[in-house]
């Protein structure tokens, strides 16, 4: 349960596929990284605290992801200029994949209700899938502490 929503997703299930924009206008799908991990992690938006200190979290331990044989995927319903602005803004190495449809984030789950500041709206919920290199579903986060996360799916994955 990740804060609110019920995620419809489990582990050793098949990730569902994708095909869309990400920073620098290319385009990217799930089966382009089979053979790999695959982190997937899902943020609310671009350039906010919380976003901002996971991405550079995980900026701060890519060479760790590419040694453990794993690519790091950032999501979020922003757009490909948004994503490009983030990651020129903190040296981003790795790909943000933009889902303004909306069609990755309700695929796995994570678009739904949110509460902030009394406030009640739809949003993508902070969740990371971490995706084994057939294409199933090896772990999942529901609950994520944006500056300790990184090193939580690195440790799963060498421990895979």
Sequence with gaps: MAKGIELSLKEGDKAPAFKTSTNGGTTVQLKDFKGKYVVLYFYPKDNTPGCNKEACAFRDRHGEFGEANAVVLGVSVDSVKSHDKFVDKFDLPFQLLSDESKEIVNAY??????????????????????????????????????????????EAIQAL
């Design 109 to 154: 789950g994570v678009w739904g209700q949110k509460q902030f500041m009394g406030r009640t709206f739809d949003g993508t919920h902070r969740v990371t899938f971490l995706i084994d290199p057939k294409g199933k579903i090896a772990r999942i986060w529901p609950k994520v502490k944006p500056e300790t996360h990184p090193a939580e799916v690195l």
